[in-house]
């Protein structure tokens, strides 16, 4: 087995020599995080890649991140070390029945969560994240009709604090869904003092406990601006407890835990397909490379550009 150290060295060597930037997500494994040239959540990796001037991107996150990269990018090399790497959310709006969906809808404009396939957003008028999503709802014509999919809960959530009634396409994040409302509730019994931060992929009922609602990236403004001392419960997938403990290691972070599990995490098994061994592999053979199909990036670029250009 190659020592941790090694495959270190080793991939900054071959970054170096590929003339490539290595981006990762908050989710992934802290190694990873330690080692990319960039860290974010889905809008902060899409804004990098594009205006990036090396000539390879190695994205470690998910598929749908590096097939946004890639359309930002048609003329770099973009890979992404396991392209089992999936995402529960993507998965739960396929393309095929997201058209059936839409196309019963003429008269509404479709906004479409970052967390989809190129096909899906190559269906939509606009896309937002979870940090945007409020923004750019907020800045549409109230009587505008909206489909939004595929995130129920961040819909749902988006709707409540913009006093909209978009229609929600019915999908959601495995990761989210699996936080229980009983166990935050006994973990703040535990700790008085803590303040809960929410991401809003979860449960209305756990948004209704949160003292903070935000993406990965604001959760985390919220926590480095807060005094010293302070203690939160952090419900969201656990990769992001990495650089809230990096960024203030003179606060506390408890994990909120999934409901089917006695541990204390839950964690995106997708992006902890993002090791060092891949990511070596990867660098060494160039591979596995993500395409798009030429016609699917052409319509997908349009929203992804407008999104940006909003945020």
Known sequence: MVEKSELVSRIKALKEERQAVILAHYYTRPEIQELADYIGDSLALAQIAA????????????????DTAKILC??????????????????????????????????????????????????????V???????IVDSLPKDQKIIFGPDRNLGNYINGVTGREMLLWDGACHVHEQFSAEKLVELKREHPK??????????????????????????????????????????????????MRRLCPDKTFIPAPPTDSTCACNDCAFMKLNTLEKLAACLENMAPEITVDPAIAERARKPIERMLALS
């Open 51 to 66: 205006r990036l001037k090396e000539p390879v991107i190695v994205l470690c996150g998910v598929n749908f991140m590096a």
């Open 74 to 127: 048609p003329d770099k090399t973009v890979l992404l070390p396991d392209t089992e790497a999936g995402c529960s959310l993507a998965d739960s709006c396929p393309a095929d029945e997201f058209k059936r969906f839409v196309e019963a809808h003429p008269d509404h404009m479709v906004i479409s969560y970052v967390n989809t396939s190129a096909e899906v957003k190559a269906l939509s008028d606009l896309l």
């Open 129 to 135: 994240t979870s940090g945007n999503a409020r923004k």
């Open 194 to 243: 803590a303040r809960v931060l929410a991401h809003p992929e979860c449960k209305k009922p756990l948004l209704m406990l949160a003292d903070t609602v935000g993406s990965t990236a604001a959760l985390l403004k919220a926590a480095t601006e807060a005094p010293a001392g302070s203690e939160f419960i952090v419900v969201t997938e656990s990769g992001i407890l990495h650089e």
